[in-house]
């Protein structure tokens, strides 16, 4: 694949001035979405008198750790231990992203592979709720929550992301291009459709299950629990982080400190898993 | 001959036989769809159900009729202004950032796989970002500090600060360029694969019968098989185009002056979270469902007109 790739990149109607055109766009646009990011990396650097300057700075000019420290300090003389918080952003992060693993694959597999009386129409309605995000269906669903006895634990935040469409679509369209013979002779040999599942198809889906766990590590790691959790005991790491961000003007520098440190563990995952993800997208196609 | 009433009983027979025998199938959907009714589907009909009662979510809802419907378009000037605000948003960020993917995918899938990586991260990070967008915030801040005021006044463009984020006239501009900037998400992600999924003997193909730059390349050749990744790309930008809220409310306050960053979500959020006013609250949800049921089968149709699907 990757030499087929090499092949067409200079072959027909290719030039090296387009290529060198198209890279000039792409940077300057490129630098327009790293402008946030440089900025936060900046301020996370800078000593206070350097974010009080007139005229501001964009770069530092003297660049210290001192912000790292003070952040530091400030989440050692919390009420509740910093750690508290931590532990329960990975504790839902992690368990949040397993299920939505494995509730999203075991539903997709006999969508993918198998007629039954209402597949068709069971995954007709999760594509048509890939339409409605988060925030559209918020206020509905939190009548939902606090009316189950789920509001105020980890659950409340965990649950409704499980049964996100995303994750079943993605897994979906990736396994309908297993090949059938191999799922035919384990049946034949007589495995049940768990079996075949547990023991053939998930095998075969890996990208696609590294896909889906980016999707929802990330979406996990970056929620605030917004209402469903008030009790101090149980906020996560992004709440935390915010109250000590907007503390005060003082707080710019740890703030963005913070900030920075928050957003290495979703960067760090999509880095190392792109390709695989790029080949999971390849079946992301609605067909109309 | 057979009558028709043992036919139709045979028919059913044979329905329940296939459920029974499927009932594996059924065991494995269980998990996900149980999950899927509780939070998706109960909330939407819930909120139907709640949009013609008064509600407080203490006492027993009442039934009222059509009542918060009435109130929303002939008594509530507040909701014309976030309806109204919503739709310059959505007719905005939507094409835009639905071709800004289609168009950075296109262009970085012209360059050699390593530039190809690291520009997609680039592109595709901000939508992973999480709050960073409030950084943002400090860019386009009104005050001595903000970069962009400080960067236009150095420039001479203009003589005094703009308020950015608290005057009426720019602010939902701004929610518009940070919207842009994160919108590089899943859709840019699918385009991005089903470039590289077209075959690459249509390209020479179409070389031999006269296509002769990459930008014919990609009306005659690519666009045309990527149809079903352009309809997945239209779903997620629609969704996305109609349901921005935190920005507005982080970036320009809730209240926002004017409500000039007030959009259908911030006012589901205003009656819902803040008021209580849940059926009303939910009455306001039921229109932008439909709105983003028919916007959505509008574009669809176009796309499947443009593209093979």
């Known amino acids: 694949m990757p030499k087929q790739q090499g092949g067409r990149h200079l072959g027909v109607n290719r030039s090296l001035a387009g290529d060198i055109l198209i890279f000039a766009v792409l940077a300057c646009f490129g630098a327009f979405m790293l402008l946030p990011f440089i900025y936060a990396i900046a301020q996370s650097v800078k000593p206070i008198e350097e974010i009080f300057v007139f005229p501001p700075r964009f770069l530092a000019n003297h660049p210290t750790t001192e912000n790292y420290r003070m952040l530091s300090q400030l989440t050692d003389s919390l009420w509740i231990p910093f750690s508290r918080y931590a532990a329960n952003s990975i504790f839902v992060t992690v368990v949040g992203t397993l299920l939505n693993l494995i509730v999203a694959s075991m539903a997709a597999f006999p969508l993918a592979k198998y007629k039954f009386p209402g597949s068709g129409f069971l995954f007709h309605i999760v594509v048509m709720a890939l339409l409605f995000t988060g925030p559209v269906t918020a206020l509905p669903q939190y009548i939902v929550v606090a009316k189950t006895q789920l509001i105020n634990t980890p659950w409340a935040v965990i649950l409704p992301t499980v049964a996100l469409p995303l994750g079943l679509f993605l897994m979906k369209n990736f396994m309908t291009q297993i090949n059938d013979a191999m799922l035919e002779a384990a049946r034949i040999d007589g495995a049940g459709i768990f079996r075949v599942f547990v023991s053939i198809c998930m095998p075969l889906v890996k990208p696609a299950s590294f896909t889906l766990v980016i999707f929802s590590f990330q979406s996990l790691w970056n929620s605030t629990g917004g209402a469903y959790v008030y009790e101090e005991e149980l906020k996560l790491l992004p709440t935390i982080l915010n109250q000590i961000a907007t503390a005060g003007m003082s707080r710019v520098g740890p703030g963005a400190a913070a900030a920075v440190l928050m957003m290495i563990p979703s960067f760090l995952i999509f880095v190392l898993l792109q390709s695989r993800i790029i080949e999971t997208m390849a079946f992301s196609g609605i067909k109309g | ?309």
Not at chain 2, 190 to 205: H, K, M, P, T
Not at chain 2, 230 to 258: E, H, K, N, R, W
Not at chain 2, 277 to 284: I, L, N, P, Q, T
């Open chain 2, 1 to 309: 001959m057979m009558s028709a009433s043992r036919k139709r009983q045979r028919r059913e027979w044979s329905l329940l036989s296939r459920i029974i025998r499927a009932r594996g199938c059924y065991a494995m959907l269980a998990p996900f769809y149980i999950l899927f009714f509780m939070f998706i589907i109960l909330p939407i009909l819930g909120a139907a159900f709640l949009s013609f009662t008064d509600f407080n979510m203490l006492e027993i809802p009442a039934f009222v009729g059509l009542e918060n419907y009435a109130r929303l378009f002939f008594d509530d000037d507040v909701f014309l202004i976030a309806a109204n605000n919503t739709f310059i948003f959505a007719v905005i960020t939507g094409p835009i950032s639905y071709f800004a993917c289609l168009i950075f995918a296109w262009l970085i899938n012209e360059l050699n796989p390593k530039l190809r990586a690291i520009l997609t991260f680039v592109f595709y990070a901000p939508s992973i970002s999480g709050m960073l967008f409030v950084m943002w915030g400090f860019i386009f801040s009104g005050d001595m500090y903000g970069y962009l005021n400080y960067f236009l006044m150095s420039l001479g463009f203009i003589n005094q600060p703009v308020q950015w984020l608290t005057n009426s006239e720019t602010v939902l501009g701004v929610v518009i360029v940070v919207q842009i900037w994160m919108s590089l998400g899943t859709s840019f992600l699918s385009f991005i694969a089903g470039l590289q999924n077209v075959d690459r003997q249509l390209y020479e193909a179409a070389a031999v019968d006269g296509v002769r730059n990459r930008l014919q390349e990609l009306l005659y050749v690519t666009l045309p098989s990527m149809g079903p990744q352009l309809l997945f790309g239209a779903v997620m930008q629609i969704g996305a185009a109609f349901s921005v809220s935190s920005i507005c409310m982080t970036l320009a306050g809730f209240p926002s002056t004017d409500n000039a960053a007030l959009t259908i979500v911030t006012h589901i959020y205003d009656y819902g979270n803040v008021r209580f006013e849940m059926g009303y609250a939910c009455a306001v949800s039921m229109v932008l469902f439909v709105l983003i049921l028919s916007v959505n089968h509008v574009i669809q149709r176009i796309i499947t007109r443009v593209a093979d699907v």
